[in-house]
């Protein structure tokens, strides 16, 4: 009950700062069609994985073309069901999407929210990615079974952060301390609406470890700012040099993928220019590169495909949630 109560508060007051960008970006695509203006809201804060997301799909359509004027709106808070929860209030719109993907699910679920994914129009999924566990690079933690330790005998003092309650992060994070044996309730999971608040937190030492899609923290791994203990992939992906978890004898996987979704009431004719448009977008050489660059796999799907593959992850994240007792 206190829980969704603080989330109904919560999202209120984000609902009031975020309000006015959203109905504006509506009211300017007045009679535009998405072919001349497409909005793409990203429903969190700048910095994180949707935003990175949308921004990427707003340069490859504005390059190739096949969109005369995309814009990105963002619409920060509660994993995303703030934005999911406005975005359907504009019923029947065709000029805009808004991005979602396995963070939304999961925050749903795990605040009961009144909007679901029954809600919008399915387009199309677009790609995977996964989460990494990092530490500072002056961390004492200098490999998995280092932070493993410490998080099972101190899990208070040895915070993780991440994205939103209900994101993949936090689902993850539950996951792992449940295969080494911890209550996950114990986990202290400090959530965040969007990457850059997660990533100051850890550099600050606010969080002794984050949880995060490895492309949003690829660069700071790189340039040494940050360590990658392991990533979620079954796999090692290939230009990654990170090891899996399960490599590493801890028996946890799970993606993250990412797509859009049109407002309901849409017409057929309008969410199969919605497709094309995106099926454009992904056949594109300069998505081939984004997927590359940010060392997404290609997962596109459309139609039936796309809507059973929801109609599964909200299975899946129900079951994670029940389990987990969050």
Known sequence: MKKSIRTGVFALVVAVVTILAFVNAAASGGTATARSKLTLI????????????????????????????????????????????????????????????????????????????????????????????????????????DFLAAWQANPGANSIGGGSLGSIDH??????????????????????????????????????????????????????????????????????DVPTFREQGVDVSMSNWRGVVAAPGITDEAKAEFVAIITEMRESDEWRDTLERNSWTDSFATGEEFEDFIDGEVTTAQGIVKELGL
């Open 42 to 145: 990203a429903p969190a804060a700048p910095g994180g994985g949707w935003d990175g997301f949308a921004r990427e799909s707003q340069q490859a359509l504005r390059s190739n073309g096949i969109v005369n004027n995309p814009q990105v709106v963002n619409v920060p808070g509660a994993g995303g069901t703030i934005g999911l929860s406005q975005f359907v209030q504009t019923p029947g719109r065709e000029d805009a999407l808004l991005v979602t993907g396995g963070v939304m699910i999961g925050a749903i679920e795990l605040a009961d929210n009144p909007e679901s994914m029954a809600d919008v129009v399915p387009i199309a999924r677009l790609a995977d990615d996964y989460a990494a566990l990092v530490v500072p690079a002056d961390s004492e933690f200098q490999t998995l079974d």
């Open 171 to 240: 689902l993850l994070s539950g996951l792992l301390a449940q295969k080494i044996g911890m209550d996950p309730s114990t986990v202290n999971y400090v959530a965040y609406s969007g990457g850059g608040e997660a990533l100051t937190s850890l550099l600050s030492h606010t969080t002794a470890a984050g949880m995060s899609g490895y492309n949003e923290v690829a660069d700071q791994i790189e340039a040494g700012t940050l360590r990658a203990l392991a990533i979620s992939s079954e796999e090692r992906l290939d230009g990654v």
